[in-house]
């Protein structure tokens, strides 16, 4: 009988993770974003909407500079480039710097913030102040509701109606309002339970009211958080209001931008040739500063004097009268 050649089945080839950028650098997903969907990048086109959905899937402190990104995607530099600043204008992503504060030192570090859902200038400007507004949501159940609702799975005798939970539910947001949390509420109404409890309700309530906790300090002053963007297109750094689209004046091409959009302190582009030969044209060339410094002349400087001075010497005629190199009157 002929054996049966038997093969392993096929692997998948072992694909690497995607890179991570240096710690504190590379993506940084904004906050706030809607669940993930199926149609979270329909409006795009085709490209943009495959690379959106690669990034959107990247943990944060991920490297998706165009370098690396073209070594993972089927898409040259130039093309992702491109998508990169389609995806900027469309709102999914800004560019810009961040201050992370450590014990030691503080560091401004280059990050790129992306966001699944597409979001409009207003909202990076208040996303770079730190002020990011919610987005309205549905009425759901409270927090308090949904403690009272699961308090049965805690302790079994404490199971409570929907009737039950709508009544207390304004007594356990009060201890939220104190600052209490869910794990120090459930202590207080499940700790040292009777046996039996005769009606759930009612003991729940006394002990709302009787353990009500005291009133909280209020919480500090809310952090200030320290990022700029910057232009996709030239870098350069600006306000949220100037950087429409994730693009300056400049940039966008608008007539009379140039010098409203350009930073504080840079120079034209035209003026950087006639600066740069005033600047060479007032520096005193390295050897007359070395010597200056050291308050010493040069050796050439020195033997040209002493010459000087021989010279003259032989020139000055004796007070005897005689001639210069003779010996006889």
């Not at 770079?128 to 009272?148: I, N």
């Not at 759930?200 to 990022?227: C, H, Q, Y």
């Not at 050291?294 to 001075?309: C, E, H, I, N, V």
């Amino acid at each position: 009988m002929a054996v049966e050649q038997l093969s392993a089945a096929p692997r998948t080839p072992y694909e690497p993770p995607h890179p991570m950028a240096n710690p504190g650098y590379g993506k940084r997903s904004a906050p706030d974003q809607r669940p993930r969907d199926a149609r979270d990048f329909s409006h795009l086109p085709p490209r943009e909407a495959a690379v959106a959905a690669y990034i959107d899937r990247l943990p944060d402190g991920s490297d998706i500079s165009v370098k690396t990104l073209a070594k993972w995607l089927p898409y040259g530099q130039c093309a992702l480039r491109t998508s990169l600043n389609r995806l900027q204008t469309a709102g999914h992503l800004r560019r810009g710097s961040e201050c992370v504060a450590t014990e030691a030192v503080m560091l401004w570090v280059t990050r790129t913030f992306f966001s699944r859902t597409a979001r409009d200038d207003d909202w990076w400007a208040a996303f770079t102040r730190g002020d990011v507004p919610r987005e309205p949501q549905r009425p759901t159940r409270s927090r308090a509701f949904v403690l009272l609702a699961a308090l049965g799975r805690t302790a079994p005798s404490l199971s409570l109606s929907a009737a039950d939970c709508l009544s207390l539910e304004p007594l356990v947001a009060e201890w939220f309002e104190r600052g209490a949390t869910e794990t120090e509420t459930l202590r207080a109404l499940t700790h040292g339970l009777p046996t039996p409890v005769h009606h759930a309700a009612s003991l729940v309530r006394r002990r709302l009211v009787d353990k009500l906790p005291p009133e909280r300090p209020a919480p500090g002053p809310r952090t200030v958080v320290l990022r700029t963007l910057e232009c996709g297109e030239c870098r350069a750094p600006g306000s949220p209001e100037a950087l429409q689209g994730g693009l300056c004046g400049i940039c966008r091409g608008e007539a009379g931008a140039g010098e409203a959009a350009r930073p504080h302190g840079t120079v034209p582009t035209e003026g950087v040739p006639g600066r740069m030969a005033t600047v060479r044209a007032g520096l005193v060339p390295r050897s007359e500063r070395t010597v200056h410094a050291r308050g010493t002349t040069r050796p050439s400087q020195g033997l040209r004097s002493r010459a000087r001075a021989e010279g003259a010497d032989a020139g000055r005629a004796p007070a005897d009268g005689k001639a210069p190199g003779t010996g006889r009157s």
